[in-house]
């Protein structure tokens, strides 16, 4: 008598959107292990903090210009600044766009909100440190030093950002945690105020940077919490498909926002003689080509967005893709900040 078959599981549907978006995931979670998590998370930290800290001694060195004082410190320490920023104000934003998701399973990622301000108050701190040593931060510590900062613009305008983020941190930490955006406006208004401080119409500049900064924080913090909930969300196909739909709508207009300042504060701030030949040239040469490969990525993500009935998930690597690479701009534009001006056209 031969013995009985085991019973054997049923054949899993391949058209089964949620199981099929859950084992992609897991699958994908299975590959990387805790060492190369961690691994690779000490990576990116590492990148991130050489390119800000590296990238203008070589691109000034590279032109024969002149130095700024501490321009490496100053332009990692904007990139942490600018980072927080769009952190903050990302979540803000992708909160009330996945509160709009009618009948999601699972609750909202984990706040970052808190450790993002504290980060920029110790970034705007930093900052201020710099302004009072000229570039030293350990002589900014003395106290003659920090009083005579307060009276230059850079130096107000840290002490005032530090103090935007300390509010902010109270916003984020208590009930209302919405209230965050006045202080966060703040700030995005004193770095419009800080990037511009030319003489002849200083205002036309202002409104650009702050158009533009407004725009970028939204698109790429809003990009990053967006793609944590539809990880959250990983068991409900349908509820981080319409997450991430309903973000890809005002993205384009974030896009367009970001591409109509930026021709118009270059097109007013660097002569066309300088683009090669300086060193800011060069950087924005180089942050204009992580636009182009961001706007490509986005393309993809979106036409794949249109598939994610049929194939789930499928507009996941490209997203993340086009986070990675508004993360690189980012950094280029740290390093900007802190790239000598070319002579200004006349």
């Known amino acids: 008598m031969k013995p009985p ?115 920029g108050v110790a970034a705007a701190v930093g900052q201020l440190l710099l302004v009072a040593g000229s570039g030293s931060p350990v002589a900014g510590l003395s106290g003659p030093a920090l009083v005579e900062a307060y009276a230059t613009r850079p130096g107000l305008l840290a002490l005032l950002e530090a103090n935007a983020f300390l509010l902010a941190v109270l916003c984020a930490a208590s009930r209302r945690p919405g209230w965050a955006a006045v202080p966060l406006a703040a700030i995005v208004f004193g770095e419009a105020l800080r990037a511009h401080p030319e003489p002849y119409t200083p205002e036309i500049g202002t409104a650009l940077t702050l158009v533009h900064l407004t725009a970028t924080t939204l698109w790429t913090g809003g990009l990053l919490h967006v793609l944590r909930t539809r990880w959250r969300w990983r068991h409900d196909a349908a509820a981080g498909r319409e997450v991430l739909t309903r973000y890809a709508r005002p993205a384009a207009l974030l896009f367009a926002a970001i591409t109509a300042t930026g021709v118009c504060s270059t097109l007013r701030r660097l002569p066309l003689a300088e683009v090669f030949t300086s060193g800011y040239g060069r950087v924005l ?62």
């Open 5 to 119: 078959r085991p019973a054997s599981r049923p054949p899993s549907r391949p058209g089964s959107g949620d199981l099929g978006e859950q084992s992609a995931t897991d699958a994908a979670a299975a590959r990387l292990s805790p060492a190369r998590r961690a691994l690779a998370v000490a990576a990116s930290v590492t990148i991130a903090v050489l390119v800000p800290l590296l990238g203008t001694g070589l691109v000034v060195d590279e032109s024969y210009e002149i130095r700024l004082p501490g321009d490496g410190a100053t332009a990692l320490l904007r990139a942490v600044l600018l980072a927080a920023l769009c952190v903050h104000v990302g979540e803000l934003a992708g909160v009330r766009l996945a509160r709009r998701v009618a009948g999601a399973s699972a609750g909202l990622p984990r706040s970052w909100a808190v450790r993002a301000a504290w980060a």
């Open 285 to 346: 040469l180089a942050k204009l080509v992580l636009v182009l490969i961001v706007s490509g990525l986005a393309l993809v993500a979106r036409g794949r967005l249109r598939r994610e009935a049929a194939v789930p998930g499928a507009a996941t690597r490209p997203a993340r893709a086009e986070l990675v690479a508004l993360a690189a701009v980012v950094l280029v534009s740290a390093v900007l900040t802190a790239v000598p001006l070319p002579p200004a056209p006349l």
